[in-house]
């Protein structure tokens, strides 16, 4: 185990029986000595940077707690996915205040998970939308390739660095300023509404950035849209980082973000963008951000939301790769 990873609070006990439950298919990477993973998921639990107060941070453990209520049997394919191999990484250890340290451990500990595990596909569970640049800038630098981004988000996340810091509304902006990125290799799908001031307009059109809207998207459907968006990264970028701001949801769908908006996507427009994106073999990672489970409703709308779609996209890949 990373030294920048500490096993997580939440752990099941597992049971291996007919009907097996997400939380009995999932297996903590730290009760087997070695092991080949078609996925591993790392929690990522920091939400000090949040520009909204938010629990993020507390979110790994709720995703982990939700993995009692899903089976491994997807009913809309008739398939079962239990022999995808998928491991818990734990969490990254975070400093208690220090938001540049907790970004340089994300970055540590992402750098050893890709060491450990160079083929799988990598699941990281935020914490907050500014986890997304140490993940990325982890990645870039491993493997030295060009890396897109498709970033399903209700806002651009291009905010000014030196205003606003390391914050969840500068990701993309770091990893574009930082030349880790290009523009063009970035796709933003769920844009709409009064959420994106004119100044991080021009700041998209400036860096080239690829806006969009979630009329549009739903005008195109979910299988044309990301088969357009693939298509365009395929001829440019070596590897897909798909990167899910909760917030891009409705905030009917999405009490549990802090961030969410009326007009936004709905849960079943996002399952099916993620089972779209399942099929293509070069989208190499993966980020759920910005829930905040204290903020959530009782019945646990959000966390739930987060774990079908997550399940969606892993089934996807089961299917088609
Ligand atoms: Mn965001």
Redesign the pocket.
């Known amino acids: 185990m990373s030294d920048f990873l500490v096993k997580p609070a939440t752990t099941w006990n597992r049971v291996e029986g007919q009907d097996l439950k997400v939380k009995d298919w999932i297996v903590p990477s730290w009760e087997v000595s070695a092991a080949t993973w078609d996925v591993v998921i790392t929690g990522v639990p920091l939400s000090r940077s949040s520009i909204s107060a938010s629990a993020a941070s507390e979110f790994p453990e709720a995703f982990r707690r939700s993995w009692s209520l899903f089976s491994t049997y997807y009913f809309d394919e008739h398939v079962d996915f239990r022999s995808l191999r998928v491991a818990d990484l734990g969490d990254v250890k975070m400093h208690g205040t220090d938001i540049v340290r907790c970004h340089a451990n994300i970055e540590a500990a992402m750098v050893d998970v890709l060491k450990a595990h160079p083929d799988s596909c990598y699941v990281s569970i935020g914490g907050d ?1 500014s986890i997304t640049a140490p993940v990325i800038r982890a990645l870039a630098m491993e493997t030295g390739k060009r890396i897109g981004i498709l970033q399903f ?1 209700t ?1 651009l ?1 291009l905010r000014d660095v030196q205003e606003h810091g390391p914050s ?1 509304g500068t990701p993309i902006r770091q990893l574009l300023d930082g030349g880790i990125v290009r523009g063009e290799d970035v796709y933003n799908i769920g844009l709409h509404g009064f959420y994106n001031a004119p100044t991080l307009i021009e700041a998209a059109r400036h860096y080239g950035v690829n806006m969009i809207s979630l009329k549009e998207c739903r005008r195109n459907g979910a299988t044309r849209q990301i088969a357009d968006v693939m298509a365009a990264l395929g001829e440019k970028v070596d590897f897909v980082y798909v990167t899910v ?1 909760m ?1 891009v949801l409705d905030i009917a769908y999405a009490p549990g973000v802090p961030a969410s908006t009326p007009g936004g996507m709905r849960t079943d427009e996002l399952f099916d963008l993620l089972f779209e994106v399942g099929k293509y073999d070069f989208v190499r990672a993966v980020d759920f951000v ?1 829930i905040d489970p204290h903020r959530d409703t009782q019945a646990q709308t959000t966390v739930k939301a987060v774990t079908y779609a997550f399940l969606t996209m892993m089934v996807s890949r089961y299917i088609h790769l």
């Open positions: 939308h988000d806002h996340d969840n701001d917030d910005c």
